[in-house]
């Protein structure tokens, strides 16, 4: 049975009224943008998305990602009207004020049913391909009882122009992620004007091109916005519906220009608006029938979602399936084992060649994880333990090849942490976290388990030279909120940090790996994970302390020789290995203090920019990095060449001492 | 008359030799790009290029980007065999070691002839896209007798995979750059095996949907190569073509596969391509027949250089055009007026306004800026002093909408200041530096003279919440090296700042701008331009000197608020405007100990991370600052609920001198 408009009409115009309305209260925000998108998103509430409002958590609803999220009051309007807990009114109210969970861009830490943060363009929808990826996966494990739901996006002309764009639809289209619809909301504006001034891309020929199946609908008549639902739905491609819209649509006089993107209206705009759509409702209110119409809206999602309880409640697999979406680790003592394994028989390897190791003990003792690297699986060492390729013949496997992809993959990773069931890791070069940074800062915000496998962590990948050897990386990391930074020593360290990262469920993880081999730091048996301190005491000084040397990752090993050559001079040097520096800020003062006592003299040493080591070295202390680009040769000369030697360091130590 | 394949054979065979013994005896390198587009580059560099050894910086030359930079020995081959003074064989021979310009991927500043430094997947393509739009805007102003040339690239698989490409593609597409050509080596295979492990799509289909004329050929065929090249040359669109190759051709067992791409054959595979390839010289000799044929090929555009000198000799726009390409600056005391007008008549702005002040005084006198923004023109301030729309119909004007292409923008300006000519400003919000990160490395690393206008600098861009504050930005842009990240307090500072990011030839700006309004702060004329310090007093204690206060941008003010009610209780107190940090640690130690003294409380005022702030603050100072994710509400109440605020700082001060 087709959508009755006279019903549609009302409610769409609800969606119209709250928004102007709560951009003009907060004299900021952004309304041309749900104005224009309310018809679409009505026929998607009324008939396609499957929710429940009274259980914004339910493992298989359909996931709805709101890219464009400069819209938010759209997302809000819809959580409001059909009767989601949040936002109340008043959260609508007080929208974009200090404690309103209706936030500038909707935040997912903030709002049940907003299911990942947006408004960094394009990464709304490359994280629905996440979504859509975990989806497929989880079903192909737990079968179409328990997880069949789909993903939808509502993207704007800034989220298609984005380059990582391409890279999204690149990977959708490959995996044939056919359960994924995005809703463009094609209106031919942007903030400098029309798409015009910029841009001459067909974009359908371009999905098309892509992999995509490519529907168009005129996105203010809702027969032909139901009609086009119904064909990406059908088809087994995923599915761009091109809805023709009116930015800013029932505004009389701004309608269809860039002016109702990003302003309020104003009162007489929103007067002749009001006008226009026939709405005379005060601010903030919705008459009840039109209410009523809404919150209809969620009934045949409820009724799914009892069906659905019943089906899980009857599963064998219920335990387990409740286990993966709650993201809770299955009870092991297995890296604890592994350590000590490695205890009783050292190993000199890379630490990228550890977290392999690392990886392949885990792997198979916990299903949750799906890896995969941006072309440099070889190099980053990500497949291990036994998973196979993740394809569109066979979303069971765990290993995706994500392609030269390297924020696109992070993003996808981003998706499926906070689609939940899974936890995702994914390898690249170190150096090109650059490339992905955007989403890295969305993981941390949004605390999203995700685990960066970042290979070739300094000038210590040698040949390749100052484009792919990390520099400021490494710092430039550590001054981001809510991200763990790992830079292990050795193999029994990257077994700790790899077991950390698992454990923190709201937060991701940056592993900072060699391509060199390292020598075992690590050989005696301690009581407990010494990385999960942060920074920990790993020698201490035999003579009177005098020195404290901090070092991490590989050059751990250059600070215990600098020490062996101190304290054969009598000079006593604690070597304090900083794994994450993140972690030791968490401890206590006296923990802190004890680990770089005062009075001794500080030493950092590290293959990457002294920036930040004063922290913990002070303003008279020695800080070993690299502040400049590094250079082309041979690892062994590049670390004799910048002085990460203790034949180089030792001496500036002396005369620090002695000056 | 078409190229006789008989000769053209043994000159790619000779670039294949070189790359596979280089490769060899660095034991480290990529053989199997060079090998397989040996034969496409010998047409290139035998009848399309338009290059005169002697000269590499030749202006009207025809610029070539290897963007696929990891097969460096294409380029050192193509180089050393055409005449260039550089590489020597000797150099070649040293492939990948230590001094040696022939570094493992292609650097800009190592090598004459090398036009951008590559590696980083994508960014040589859309760097080309700007010394394309570079090229057409000369040409606007100085005519076809001084500026007439191509834009040549090698590009692979990974460079049309990655999301930059979509920017750049959609950048030309738009502005119709019909002189940029893409060598596209279409050879299947990336790192982790053939492409299609990774992808689906048809690239061919994706180009022309962006406005791309497309042509194909046999990458292995000279004459098809040719004519390929003479379609994408005489067609007014920008040109792909698609040369179908094999990776490694030539190496018998190995060629066609990923085993090629980024490891040395071995000895066996090259006596096996050796004998397949007919190459019986020793490695690194070039027969003598064999190098006068590729001697022979700068010939055509040494005479043409010959050509052109006489017309720049000859032209009256000589003196202006000399200027443009050396990148100097005309002499001027412009912006020392511009300052003493705005000391005469303070101005209380956001230094996003203040910047476009300055840009209205500088644009009008400085023909060389090519403004833009990455669709924040209205926000970013960045059209001004008069400059219009630089499109596909009017080249000669210097405003460029990119679009939402942050990354695109800032890789098309760097090849823009690389070209030469014109020195290139853009903006978007400082929080998507992230976006364009990959990109601004490239600036710092290639010493690129570009200006990024970061506004909406902090949580004073209020509403528009977390996803839009920059927190950890600024800091971690200062642990980049060689780039000027610049964070003025007032309409005075900013004007200082652009001059400085115009007068520096060899480093690339960011300029951190608040989008909300700022007391002017310096009130009296100075000697000289105090920001060039990076940082400086602008205020004494009158009081016995007790703390000093460190702030930059829009907290400089809150410092000086806090140092009034200091002095009020008798406590003396300097204020420091740290303004560039980069600057301030190039002074020399006693200009340093002198604004920041020992023994005073050193106190750092920065809504943003805390994190590098010890640097100056020592581990007993005070670092005020915000080490988590910001908030949406209007700015006001975000700086009170952080505690930027005098009332929130001075009593931390005082605890702690009471402490």
Not at 500 to 513: M, S, Y
Request: charged content about 20%; some cysteine.
């Amino acid at each position: 049975m087709s959508l009755d408009p006279a019903r549609l009409a009302p409610m769409a115009n609800a969606i119209r009224a709250l928004s102007m309305d709560a951009v003009q209260a907060a004299n900021s925000g952004h309304p041309g943008m749900p104005m224009g998108m309310a018809d679409v998103a009505t026929v998607l509430w009324s008939k396609f998305l499957k929710f429940d409002p009274s259980a914004p958590d339910w493992a298989d609803r359909d996931r709805f990602v709101l890219s464009a999220g400069h819209g938010s009051m759209l997302i809000y309007s819809l959580l409001h009207l059909s009767g989601y807990a949040q936002p109340t009114m008043d959260d609508i109210r007080n929208f974009r004020q200090l404690g309103s969970p209706c936030a500038g861009h909707p935040e997912n830490f903030l709002l049940p049913g907003v299911e990942c943060t947006t408004g960094p363009l394009g990464q709304g929808l490359a994280m629905a391909v996440g979504m859509a990826i975990a989806e497929r996966h989880l079903n192909a494990s737990f079968g179409d009882d328990l997880v069949d739901h789909k993903t939808w996006v509502i993207a704007g002309d800034g989220c298609l122009m984005e380059g990582i764009n391409h890279e999204a639809i690149g990977i959708a289209g490959h995996l044939k992620l056919g359960r994924m619809n995005v809703l463009w909301d094609d209106n031919n504006i942007t903030i400098d004007g029309g798409t015009d001034l910029s841009t001459s891309e067909d974009i359908k020929a371009r999905y098309a091109a892509t992999g995509w199946h490519v529907v168009e609908c005129d996105g203010h008549d809702f027969a032909d916005i139901e009609r086009a639902m119904h064909e990406a739905v059908a088809d087994t491609r995923p599915s761009l519906v091109a809805c023709k819209t009116v930015i800013g649509k029932g505004a009389p006089n701004k309608q269809g220009t860039s002016a109702t993107h990003g302003a309020p209206l104003g009162p007489e705009e929103i007067s002749a608006a009001r006008d226009v759509l026939g709405w005379d409702a005060a601010p903030f209110e919705v008459p009840e029938g039109i209410l009523a119409a809404w919150r209809s809206t969620g009934a045949a999602g409820s009724e799914a979602h009892g069906a659905w309880a019943s089906r899980l409640q009857n599963s064998v697999q219920k335990t387990e399936f409740e286990r993966r979406m709650a993201g809770d680790l299955p009870e092991s003592n297995a890296t604890q084992a592994y350590i000590s394994a490695l205890i009783a028989d050292p190993v000199k390897v890379a630490t990228r060649k550890a977290s392999e190791m690392a990886l392949a003990d885990i792997n198979p003792r916990l299903p949750d994880t799906i890896g995969g690297s941006a072309d440099l699986t070889g190099s980053n060492n990500t497949k291990a333990g036994g998973i196979e390729a993740l394809t569109a013949d066979n979303y069971g496997e765990r290993y995706i090849y994500y392609g030269i992809r390297e924020f696109g993959m992070a993003a996808a990773m981003n998706g499926m942490a906070l689609h939940g069931g899974v936890i995702p890791y994914g390898g690249t070069f170190l150096v090109f976290t650059d490339y992905a940074r955007g989403a890295v800062r969305l993981s941390a915000l949004q605390q999203a388990r995700v685990i960066y496998v970042m290979t070739h962590d300094s000038i210590g990948l040698g040949e390749d030279g100052p484009t792919h050897q990390p520099v400021e990386h490494v710092a430039s990391l550590r001054a981001m909120p809510n991200l763990l930074v790992m830079r292990p020593a050795d193999a029994v360290e990257t077994a700790e940090c790899w077991e950390i990262a698992l454990q923190n469920k709201t937060r991701p993880t940056v592993l900072a790996l060699t391509r060199q081999g390292l020598p075992q730091m690590r050989l005696e048996e301690a009581d407990e994970m010494l990385s999960a301190k942060g920074g920990y005491r790993i020698a201490s000084a035999k003579a009177k302390r005098k020195v404290v040397l901090v070092a991490t990752g590989s050059e751990l090993h250059v600070a215990a020789e600098c020490a062996a050559k101190l304290e054969e001079q009598g000079i006593g040097a604690d070597v304090v290995s900083m794994v994450c520096a993140e972690l030791f800020e968490e401890q206590d003062d006296a923990y802190k203090a004890d680990t770089l006592p005062a009075g001794a003299l500080k030493v950092s040493i590290e293959a990457g920019t002294t920036f930040g080591w004063e922290r913990y070295t002070g303003t008279d202390g020695i800080n070993i990095g690299l502040d400049r680009f590094g250079a082309s040769a041979p690892a062994g000369q590049l670390f004799e060449k910048f002085g990460f030697t203790a034949e180089a360091i030792v001496p500036q130590i002396l005369n620090k001492l002695n000056g």
